[in-house]
């Protein structure tokens, strides 16, 4: 059996597989993708949210490749749904610019784009190879076994696995840590119709013209229906239903069964009336998608898109979380493979950031099965979500559109605390990606900065213009009284924040202050390199001088000048 050795090892060519590769191939890893299929290869999943091409684009370099490609637009989605037969929309422009907008996708087209530019940043893409198993050594992944198309068995060993199979989840069900989602326990029936005229406007409501590219989501008997258009006048056409029909669906047969749903719909006959069923495309059926990983990251692995978790299509989540976490994950596995297992942060930032952005649709989702079916029930949902785990106030209708755009999960939106860890010293806050530090102001910046550029040069520093660069020589802040530096301790307000950044290759690091009543203050962004982080650790009041020079290998006389400048800045006990 051929070996062979890499840095990274993907499973999967779909979006998230290839967004990981792709940002892991622009770092200079060596990188093997390994997809089972030949692409262009058939996908469902062709409704997107906002923000994906803006994503692509700066982080990998590939948006404008999708922007070109002839895709149609969305910018919003309707609804008819509950006893109220109204239709409803919602619109990206109400919150954003009006040339946010999204895409409807013909997912063989574009997963195909990602793919292929993917292996143009370098990443070795090889089709038609299906892994038959991740190895280990202990409990760290250490590569794969693939069986290629000629039936030849191959072996890669690498430092780091990314499972990016979607729902075969090829190391979740290996590692059993794969676990059904007991509350929405649906199956999908969809094909294809003609047709690129759709009269969305006859429906009434608030539905305009400039809707009819957008999906239309129709509740009915025991389901609901999606509409999606796509280009070349085709229309996809799926129902939704619970696995209890099941039965009904074996004893009227497939095809008798789809159509009884889709033309029973009297809003979704009146839309399909000029188009036609393509019968030369087979009706497909999905099931049991809403599932979950309990674990998502461990030694040398890593799980992302639908491998690591999928809710369901009602808010067309699924492309949006595989290309926003693929993107994540390539930078977790670049930040793990820079600073090595020590790195123990970077496993937590991804594991809490998945979990709550998994979180967001599921309950969304599980209100939207089980709640009365009134949209202003849906908007004070989303309102509270919004408001308990940001701590922002939005009318109710903004917050709902933020959450079904995507923005409020990817971080778009909003900095969002997504896990804090009270048993570390300074406490640390691990934001969602991708964190807007130019938004904030030059005097938040320079509340906590100042003193980072006292730290040692060859350390990372960060470069503030406003911020002038203090002689290190300086006996700014010098206190002569050692009694007065014994067990320094930080302010026990002050906080390290973990967060991600756009084009940044790392997993960052930064210190900032909040309040006491714990609301985070606006100045978060201050870097702090790993060493530095190690230092901000020992400031726990239980470490002398002595013990801090040597946990941290620095020498004494810059401890000294590191925690004079720090009490100079106000950020120490005293």
């Known amino acids: ?117 993917s292996s143009s940043l370098g990443t070795d893409v090889r089709e038609e190879s299906r892994v038959t198993r991740v190895l280990f050594d202990g409990k760290r992944a250490i590569g794969v076994n693939y069986i290629d198309s000629n039936s030849k068995k191959h072996t890669i060993l690498a430092k780091f696995t990314v499972d990016a199979s979607g729902l075969a989840a090829v190391l979740g069900s290996q590692l059993k840590v794969r676990r059904q989602y007991e509350r929405i326990r649906n199956i999908a029936i969809y094909g294809y119709w003609d047709g690129d005229n759709l009269p969305y406007d006859e429906l009434g409501g608030d539905i305009t013209p400039e809707d009819k590219t957008n999906i239309l989501v129709v509740a009915h008997e025991r389901c609901w229906i999606w509409v999606i258009p796509l280009a070349g006048q085709r229309i996809s056409v799926g129902i939704v239903f619970d696995i209890a029909d099941i039965p009904l669906l074996q004893a009227q047969g497939r095809s008798s069964f789809y159509m009884e749903k889709v033309l ?128 922002v106030e939005l009318d109710r209708r903004k917050a709902f559109i933020h959450l079904a755009s995507g923005t409020f999960t990817t971080g778009e939106f909003i900095d969002r605390e997504c896990y804090v860890d009270s048993k570390t010293f300074p406490i640390t806050v691990y934001f969602s990606p991708h964190s807007h530090y130019a938004f904030f102001s030059p005097n938040d910046r320079l509340q906590v900065a100042q003193h980072l550029t006292e730290f040692p040069e060859e350390l990372v520093k960060p470069t503030f213009e406003s911020v002038p660069a203090s002689d290190l020589d300086s006996n700014k802040g010098h206190n002569d009284n050692d009694q007065a530096l014994q067990n320094p301790k930080l302010l026990s307000n002050l906080r390290i924040g973990i967060y991600t950044r756009v084009k940044d290759p790392f997993i960052d690091i930064c210190c900032y202050l909040s309040q006491f009543e714990g609301e985070k203050t606006n100045g978060v962004y201050f870097p702090l390199s790993p060493s530095q982080l190690a230092f901000f650790r020992a400031l726990n009041g239980r470490n002398t001088l002595e013990e801090i020079s040597y946990k941290t290998r620095t020498p004494m006389r810059r401890v000294r000048k590191i925690i004079d400048n720090l009490m100079h800045e106000g950020l120490m006990e005293r």
Not at 305 to 330: K, M, W, Y
């Open 1 to 117: 059996m051929e070996i062979e050795y890499s840095d990274v090892v993907v499973v999967g060519g779909g979006p998230a597989g290839s967004c990981a590769a792709s940002f892991l191939s622009k770092q200079g890893r060596k990188v093997i993708l390994l997809e089972k299929e030949r692409f262009p290869r058939h996908h469902i999943g062709e409704s997107t949210l906002i923000g994906l091409t803006k994503l692509l684009e700066i982080e990998i370099g590939v948006g404008s490749k999708i922007a070109s490609a002839g895709f149609l637009l969305k910018t919003g989605a309707s609804y008819i749904w509950g006893n109220n037969r109204t239709p409803w929309s919602f619109h990206f422009w109400e919150v954003f610019e009006k040339d946010r907008v999204a895409y409807e996708v013909d997912r063989a087209k574009f997963d195909e784009i990602l793919l292929r530019h």
């Open 264 to 391: 029973g719909c009297d809003e979704v006959k009146k839309v399909l009336r000029t188009s036609s069923f393509l019968k030369e495309e087979p009706l497909r059926i999905i099931q049991d998608w809403s599932q979950v990983s309990e674990e998502v990251i461990g030694p040398g692995y890593i799980l992302t898109g639908d491998a690591a978790a999928f809710v369901d299509p009602i808010l067309s989540s699924g492309v949006t979380l595989a290309v926003t976490f693929g993107i994540a994950a390539g930078r977790t596995v670049n930040t793990i493979l820079e600073y090595g297992e020590a790195a123990s942060w970077a496993y937590t930032w991804y594991k809490h950031a998945y979990t709550n952005a998994y979180n967001d649709f599921r309950r969304m989702a599980d209100f939207w099965y089980l709640g009365s079916g009134h949209k202003e029930d849906w908007f004070y949902i989303a309102y509270e979500q919004i408001r308990q785990t940001a701590r």
